[in-house]
């Protein structure tokens, strides 16, 4: 069974566990912009802020989801309407993952689900210097997805490869760091001895390519419910 299929499953449990109709539920989600998002951080360079990716959020009575997407759009619909989604394409299953942060945050079963503000994300990068150094000591590390912040701070401490989807990067140098194609994921996981890891591959189908024999800790909201129930290593220690 696939990743969706798998989170679909669990979120009907949710609904059966704790006595929830779900057609007295509404999810909506809709696209925020950069601002409400992620307000005014010191980087400029955020695949955010460069319209590479958008935001979707989900609400589910006093609670918020989110999850990143480069499929724009508005849905609205029941907790049973998620459920029925056919989930082809990154938008739905967008909404799908957004809806199920939501929900597991009303809930109380994971925290988190809002994306951090203004000065949070260069607080964070500081703080995964520390996490890094404190769990894994001096390792070499694989990058998935282009954090800038989070590059940044890393790269003054640690040997670092980062692999991004976005053609405007490859080739490039950003802070000290070529970024590299898809092409080059497998040689540079090979090389590294741990995976940092965007929580949007949860998104565009390719999570399970970093769950491996080697560490992988995956960052940001978009992955909080589904790291929860699978005990998959989080690193969003700034989100609400």
Same mark, same amino acid.
């Given at each position: 069974?696939?990743?969706?299929?798998? &989170?679909?499953? #669990? $979120?009907?449990?949710?609904?059966?566990?704790?006595?929830? @109709?779900?057609?007295?539920? %509404?999810?909506? !989600?809709?696209?925020?912009?950069?601002?409400?998002?992620?307000?005014?951080?010191?980087?400029?360079?955020?695949?955010?802020?460069?319209?590479?990716?958008?935001?979707?959020?989900?609400?589910?009575?006093?609670?918020?989801?989110?999850?990143?997407?480069?499929?724009?759009?508005?849905?609205?619909?029941?907790?049973?309407?998620?459920?029925?989604?056919?989930?082809?394409?990154?938008?739905?299953?967008?909404?799908?993952?957004?809806?199920?942060?939501? &929900?597991?945050? #009303? $809930?109380?079963?994971?925290?988190?689900?809002?994306?951090? @503000?203004?000065?949070?994300? %260069?607080?964070? !990068?500081?703080?995964?210097?520390?996490?890094?150094?404190?769990?894994?000591?001096?390792?070499?590390?694989?990058?998935?997805?282009?954090?800038?912040?989070?590059?940044?701070?890393?790269?003054?401490?640690?040997?670092?490869?980062?692999?991004?989807?976005?053609?405007?990067?490859?080739?490039?140098?950003?802070?000290?760091?070529?970024?590299?194609?898809?092409?080059?994921?497998?040689?540079?996981?090979?090389?590294?001895?741990?995976?940092?890891?965007?929580?949007?591959?949860?998104?565009?189908?390719?999570?399970?390519?970093?769950?491996?024999?080697?560490?992988?800790?995956?960052?940001?909201?978009?992955?909080?419910?589904?790291?929860?129930?699978?005990?998959?290593?989080?690193?969003?220690?700034?989100?609400?």
């Amino acid at each position: 069974m696939d990743l969706y299929r798998r &989170v679909q499953q #669990e $979120l009907a449990g949710l609904v059966t566990r704790f006595g929830l @109709r779900a057609e007295q539920i %509404e999810i909506a !989600a809709r696209t925020m912009t950069a601002q409400e998002v992620i307000g005014e951080p010191d980087k400029k360079d955020f695949p955010l802020l460069k319209g590479k990716e958008v935001m979707i959020e989900a609400r589910f009575l006093g609670s918020r989801g989110e999850a990143y997407t480069s499929m724009p759009g508005n849905w609205r619909g029941t907790v049973g309407d998620i459920l029925a989604l056919p989930l082809v394409n990154d938008f739905e299953r967008a909404c799908l993952i957004a809806g199920l942060n939501a &929900v597991m945050s #009303e $809930l109380g079963l994971v925290e988190r689900t809002v994306h951090c @503000r203004d000065q949070d994300p %260069e607080r964070c !990068a500081g703080r995964l210097v520390q996490y890094v150094g404190e769990r894994f000591g001096n390792p070499r590390i694989c990058f998935i997805g282009f954090q800038p912040a989070m590059i940044h701070a890393l790269a003054g401490s640690f040997a670092i490869r980062v692999v991004d989807l976005d053609a405007d990067n490859i080739g490039r140098e950003k802070y000290g760091v070529l970024i590299q194609g898809p092409e080059e994921t497998a040689a540079i996981i090979a090389w590294a001895d741990i995976i940092l890891a965007t929580g949007s591959t949860a998104v565009n189908a390719t999570m399970k390519r970093f769950i491996g024999d080697k560490p992988a800790i995956f960052y940001g909201v978009t992955v909080a419910a589904i790291a929860g129930i699978h005990g998959y290593e989080r690193f969003c220690p700034c989100a609400y």
